[in-house]
């Protein structure tokens, strides 16, 4: 029994020796340690300063950076402010107002709460911090230069927080050298501050650098506005609403057309509870939404802000802050997927003839008419709109509101009164396509393009991308719907292939009989096709094995995959449907163009290809130089 006690006696913590190896580490290197984790350039600095001017309430807030931010960041907010006690803790690691037990970890709905930023921020910079709470007279000033803290003193200042932070890694020139030139520095500070500013509408962002204003955006600006203000008009007016509901889960934003696409995800720009973020999980839902109309290697632009009950999100997984763990990630995928396609497919997928002129002027070596200068007729009469009566068409004449320009202050400050700009212009579009008829004339080109009128100008059909299109969709619907009618061959078409495409067909014959494809062994290596999918018109047996082949060893995944699926559908819509050069009748012409426009999309073909140009009136009146 006595031996049992001295085992479990606890011995007293030794005090080091000479001999010692192990040592705990002094506060400053830890907190130097935690700064490569939390702060990796000046970007870094702006993301938690901002991230805390916000948690305190802030409703205006001016980034001043020099040199990239690398000499200094500056935040000033009109935020709650702090007092004493607070400001002598700030500086200090895992001092933070924002969590008190560990039940808080499970709902965080702050943006920041690891106590990190500013200690890391101070081990490795010259820093200063003033702040005064609203109902005092004076405020209270700290510095705190490379782990070194001042006492604290009053201070005289505006109400809220003014923290700076300059020569960010002075003490640690190793990694200094790693930040790049000052322009790089200063464009990644300054997407963060247009990311927060996108997020976090009700609040007002200034950003200077070297005195210079670079970025402005006004409390009252909503969403839209400020991608306006951002990005620019353009992109803006073309953008698609996304907004849906379910439970407690709410995502909202816009959504761009395939041709804004990037080669880049940097207008990939999503925000969950208010913090931006990049997440596995939220890009490939964007590849889903966009699957079928984006080009492969494309990047779709898009702007959405997620609201979740923080109980149902993990965002303490990274001391950036910038990963999260959804916890029903199964059903959040579901239900962001079918609302982003909802309204991807009510997107303008068609390509504009505006961009193809200003590709041939720049290919012919022409002046872009737009740089002229043009007389100004002087402005409309306020709240009237011009209208333009257009007879291509025939039947009655429509007409297409030409609204009055904004005003200047309007325009100079990128708001909206509540229609975007070009909103009654879309408005008669669709009003029209509710009720046109199709009756053409129609006009084929080269027995591979169709020409046809609209009220605001006109539009080239691609005839193969689009009935390729049709044939893949009403393939899919019968695929989903499990009513695939399979046309049988009186006699089956045989394909030579070699022994281990032969081996790789036989074992999914049973899977691809569910998508109306009827295959057999004949010898080592036939494949009879006895069957294919009864909506494929002209089929070519040979390619469909052949493709089925190539899907099957490129993928690895079973046919039944519905990845693999819609490969396999694109592809053999695309070997049955009409050909470039296959001429067309009116009639002809006219039942596909009315069988298209029932289909969910029938702007893009499978592979994500345009089927249609427009050319409106105005492109037409730039490229004859009539304005």
């Known amino acids: 029994m006595a031996g049992g006690n001295r085992g479990s006696k606890i011995l007293p913590m030794p005090t080091p020796s000479a001999t010692a190896r192990i040592a705990v580490l002094p506060e400053v290197v830890r907190n130097q340690i935690a700064a490569g984790e939390v702060i990796e350039r000046p970007a870094s600095v702006v993301k938690e300063l901002l991230e805390n001017a916000l948690d305190a309430g802030a409703t205006r807030i001016q980034i001043d950076l020099e040199e990239g931010g690398v000499k200094l960041v500056r935040i000033t907010d009109d935020g709650t402010g702090m007092g004493a006690e607070d400001v002598a803790l700030a500086f200090v690691s895992h001092a933070t107002s924002k969590l008190c037990v560990p039940e808080d970890l499970e709902h965080i709905a702050s943006l920041g709460f690891r106590g990190e930023a500013l200690a890391s921020m101070g081990s490795i910079a010259r820093c200063s911090l003033y702040s005064r709470l609203p109902e005092l007279e004076l405020g209270w000033r700290i510095e705190n230069e490379g782990g070194r803290l001042s006492d604290v003193r009053e201070a005289g200042g505006p109400k809220g927080t003014i923290l700076e932070v300059r020569d960010i890694f002075f003490n640690t020139p190793a990694r200094r050298r790693f930040l790049k030139r000052t322009s790089t520095e200063l464009a990644r500070c300054l997407d963060i501050v247009q990311r927060t500013a996108l997020a ?181 009469p306020a709240g009237e709109a011009e209208a333009v009566v257009v007879r291509e068409v025939p039947g009655q004449p429509f007409e297409i509101p030409r609204p009055a320009p904004p005003s200047s202050g309007a ?90 495409d032969a081996l790789l067909l036989s074992g999914h014959f049973e899977a691809l009989g569910r998508i109306g494809i009827d295959l057999a062994v ?95 009136l105005a492109d037409l009146e730039k490229a004859f130089h009539r304005r």
């Open 200 to 380: 976090h509408s009700g609040v007002g962002f200034v950003a200077t650098h070297d005195g210079r204003r670079l970025f402005e955006v006004e409390p009252d600006m909503d969403f839209r506005a400020r991608i306006r203000r951002t990005f620019g008009a353009e992109l803006s007016e073309a953008l698609v609403e996304v907004d849906a509901v379910d439970g407690d889960t709410r995502v909202f934003g816009f959504v761009a057309p395939p041709r804004f696409s990037r080669r880049d995800t940097a207008r990939q720009m999503w925000f969950l509870n208010g913090r931006s973020l990049r997440d596995k999980v939220l890009s490939r839902v964007l590849r889903e939404g966009y699957r079928g109309f984006l080009v492969e290697g494309r990047q779709p632009v898009v702007f959405l802000q997620l609201a979740l009950d923080p109980a149902k999100v993990d965002v303490n997984v990274h001391p950036s802050k910038s990963e999260v763990r959804f916890r029903d990630q199964r059903r959040l995928f579901g239900f962001l997927v079918n609302a982003l396609r909802e309204s991807v497919r009510k997107t303008d997928m068609a390509t504009p003839g505006e961009s193809m002129l200003h590709s041939m002027w720049r290919r012919e070596g022409g002046e872009d008419v737009r740089q002229g200068v043009l007389p100004n007729p002087g402005p409309l």
């Open 411 to 500: 325009h100079a400050a990128g708001r909206t009164d509540g229609v975007a700009p070009g909103a009654r212009l879309a408005d008669a579009r669709e009003a029209w396509e509710a009720r046109d008829e199709l009756r053409g004339p129609f006009l084929q080109v080269a027995r591979t393009y169709l020409v046809r009128a609209l009220p605001d100008g006109f539009e080239i059909i691609d005839q193969h991308a689009l009935h390729e299109r049709m044939t893949f969709e009403l393939l899919r619907r019968d695929v989903r719907a499990g009513q695939v009618e399979t046309q049988r061959y009186l006699v089956p078409e045989l394909v030579e292939v070699s022994k281990a």
């Open 522 to 616: 004949l010898g080592a290596t036939t494949i009879a096709v006895s069957g294919l999918p009864a909506r494929l018109k002209n089929p070519d047996a040979e390619g469909v094995v052949r493709d089925l082949i190539e899907i099957l060893a490129r993928t690895g995944h079973p046919p039944d995959a519905e990845d693999v699926i819609e490969e396999v559908l694109h592809s053999a819509a695309c070997r049955s449907s009409i050909m470039a050069g296959d001429e067309l009748t009116e009639d002809e012409i006219r039942t596909l163009l009315e069988r298209a426009r029932e289909l969910e999309t029938d702007q893009t073909c499978p592979h994500a290809r345009p089927t249609r140009v427009r050319f409106s």
